[in-house]
């Protein structure tokens, strides 16, 4: 079936290989200014940082890139060779197409793991803040406890919130280790019906997080399963269990913490201030870092009284996000300049958690005053300070950590600071419900029918989430703000999450200005429209792309295309809704991919898995998984060839779901399903 309008279009690279990365020697790679500002001073004083690092990498091994390196068992490593001899297989017999289709699924399962092991994480405070066990934790938004529970089948009458939290927390736990068949509650209540039955017929509905990833990873076990296209299915069963795993996360994170409406902050590393204690939460889970925020603000004094002006708070990754979300704490940069925020040499304390927490921030570290904080048993750094961080114990906890950076503001002083003063404005903030009540100011009785309406009618031409990560394989940011830019350039209403928000809120791209700079006239008329119909609750204007939180919170992103689903009375792969991960990186990018691949969104990825060794997984990738579940993988690492992919497939969603619908006034029947 064709996958866009425009024949010439194809779901393989533009680029070939060899010519993906440009310059891969020369370390400026980024179009940040406060980062180019801090790698001109890294090459002035010998610092070593990722953009060193990758360069010293290069070329990297074409076998482990196209993933046709093996290294499941300690027989190998096996390369597998061209032709038809030996070393075409490896020394089990596996093929290209097994080993790459084990190699990817494993990825995916390590994704899965690392969500929805923070998601557990979230669940047990939950619940114990429930069961009156956490003094420094309770239920904040008891409308989301009670909208949670309903649509989980679970009654609020008669019950306190706290009760009623307790048995949503075990809920939730038992889609970690149900042992029946039955499929994961949070699946199974926040999909379509037809993705439902869709995911029932291909037997890929997970049953339990865990027992999905255990069974994963038995099926890539060498001499288990040597069937590409039947491994790929249980990775996406896999993509799935992480998808449940997010929304766990955001939903359970909501309850504990307020779900976040529209803030007003800023972006890049001009937020951090010299004369400020300045403390950074970098990782992913909010736990820690909510409480970090909450108690700063108690703590002013004790700064004051060590000579400074008060307690900087800022972000990295998606701790930084999930902070910026709810408490509008402003973020400091994303994942490939966490080491430059060190070099500024005014960071008192970084406090991490867990994932995309670069092992070198401690060597960094030594080279100024920064203290590096770890805080979970599972992520700790040679050399670093590790408070051991329960939730008991949680605001003692976080007040050590800020006495720290009070201390290492002390020693700092006499030091030389170069700070960059470049920051941008940012309006961020929207859960899926913050959304619905901008659009609700519209039309209140169906709120998502003003999206799904401007969409049919062409003013927009659909809806892409722009997630994940930085990838020094392109250059650092630039897939991000190419692609999003083409996209509000031709009426698409973006939305986002991850590294991907926080590119966009360094450049600018959150604030209202970049409306009237980027926007097309379509996309420029609905946002007015919905300024207008709210400016009694937004005083600061709406911007051009929405932040939607953290990687878990693209769970936020599926609830909108759910919704528009539902309006449009279709399932999900007919919804003119497209994902796209500029500059993907980690296992997590992966799990992410397959999950929204399997939901039925046409996927970009914008920076290549290791799947190019096997055209067989690679057809499976981009041609079957399309014709099976309607979403496929658009694999492109030029982003304005990535951008004309992504509108040709809305295009081509939007023009075939007017077809269908006229086709079915016309002869007055159901609603083609196909897709």
């Known amino acids: 079936m064709p996958r866009f309008r425009e024949t010439t279009l194809q779901s393989t690279p533009s680029v070939p290989r060899k010519e993906r990365i440009k310059d891969p020697k020369d370390i400026m790679r980024s179009v940040d200014p406060a980062a180019l500002y801090m790698l001109e001073k890294a090459k002035d004083q010998n610092l070593i940082s990722s953009y060193d690092r ?13 993933g046709i390196c093996c290294r499941i068992c300690f027989q190998g490593p096996c390369r597998i060779k061209p032709g038809d001899g030996p070393g075409s297989k490896g020394i089990c017999g596996a093929t290209a197409y097994t080993i790459v289709a084990r190699n990817i699924a494993r990825m995916m399962a390590g994704g899965a793991s690392a969500h929805s092991d923070h998601g557990r994480h979230i669940v047990h405070a939950l619940l114990h803040a429930a069961e009156g066990k956490l003094a420094d934790f309770k239920v904040t938004d008891v409308e989301k406890l009670n909208r949670v529970a309903e649509r989980i089948g679970i009654s609020a009458e ?45 037997c890929i509905a997970p049953t339990a997080i865990d027992r999905s990833v255990v069974s994963l990873l038995h099926q890539t076990h060498i001499g288990t399963d040597a069937d590409p296209v039947n491994i790929i299915f249980g990775g996406l069963k896999c993509g799935l269990a992480d998808y449940v795993g997010m929304h766990i996360s955001t939903d359970l994170s909501d309850v504990l913490f307020g779900t976040p409406k529209p803030v007003v902050t800023e972006a890049n590393l001009g937020v951090i201030k010299e004369d400020k204690v300045n403390v950074i939460v970098h990782g992913h889970n909010p736990i ?140 961020a903030g929207f859960s899926v419900e913050a959304i619905v009540e901008l659009l609700a100011a519209i039309n209140p009785e169906t709120p998502i029918k003003v999206l799904t309406d401007a969409v049919e009618a062409g003013e927009l031409a659909g ?56 926007a097309g006239e379509g996309l420029k008329n609905f946002l007015k429209r919905l300024a207008d119909a709210n400016q009694d609750k937004l005083t600061d204007g709406l911007p051009l792309v929405f932040h939607m939180g953290s990687c878990v919170d693209n769970s936020r992103a599926h609830d909108l295309s759910t919704l528009m689903a539902k309006q449009l009375n279709v399932d999900t792969p007919k919804v003119p809704f497209v994902a796209s991960a500029p500059e993907a990186m980690s296992e997590k990018a992966v799990s992410i991919g397959a999950g929204a691949v399997a939901m039925g969104y046409p996927t970009h990825v914008g920076t290549m898995p290791p799947i190019e060794g096997s055209p067989l997984v690679f057809g499976i990738a981009t041609q079957i998984a399309s014709d099976v579940y309607g979403g496929y993988f658009i694999f ?3 982003p304005m060839v990535a951008a004309a992919k992504l509108l040709a497939s809305l295009d081509n969603r939007t023009w075939k779901l007017g077809i269908h619908k006229k086709t079915a006034e016309k002869y007055e029947t159901q609603l083609c399903e196909n897709y």
């Open 158 to 202: 008669g019950k306190t919130e706290n009760e009623l939290a307790v048995e949503v927390s075990k809920a939730a736990l038992e889609d970690f280790g149900r042992q029946t068949d039955e499929p994961c509650t949070w699946l199974r209540t926040t999909i379509t019906d037809g993705r439902n039955k869709k995911f029932a017929d291909c």
């Open 54 to 66: 990758f360069a010293a990498q290069q070329p990297q091994c074409a076998f482990g890139y196209e």
């Open 288 to 427: 820690l870092s909510q409480t970090v925020v909450n108690v700063a603000k108690e703590m002013e004094a004790e700064a004051k009284a060590a000579g400074a002006t008060g307690i900087q708070l800022s972000g990295i990754c998606c701790t930084g996000n999930e902070v910026l979300m709810r408490s509008g704490v402003p973020i400091a940069t994303n994942f490939s300049s966490q080491e430059l925020a060190i070099m500024t040499g005014a960071v008192d304390v970084m406090v991490v958690d867990v994932q995309c927490i670069m092992p070198s921030v401690q060597a960094v570290a030594e080279c100024f005053h920064t203290k590096i904080v770890t805080t979970m048993d599972i992520s700790k750094i040679p050399g670093a300070h590790h408070f051991a961080f329960d939730e008991e114990h949680a605001v003692e906890s976080a007040k050590a950590v800020i006495r720290l950076a009070i201390e290492g503001y002390k020693n700092r002083q006499g030091m030389v600071c170069d700070i960059p003063q470049i920051k941008s404005k940012v309006i």
């Open 636 to 638: 492109e690492t030029d």
């Open 463 to 518: 809806v892409a989430l722009l997630c994940g990560c930085n990838n020094l394989e392109s250059v650092h940011d630039n897939n991000h703000l190419t692609i999003a830019r083409e996209l509000t350039k031709n009426n698409v209403f973006v939305v986002t999450t991850g590294c991907s928000a926080q590119a966009l809120a360094k450049a600018g791209m959150m604030a209202p200005e970049a409306i009237e700079e980027y």
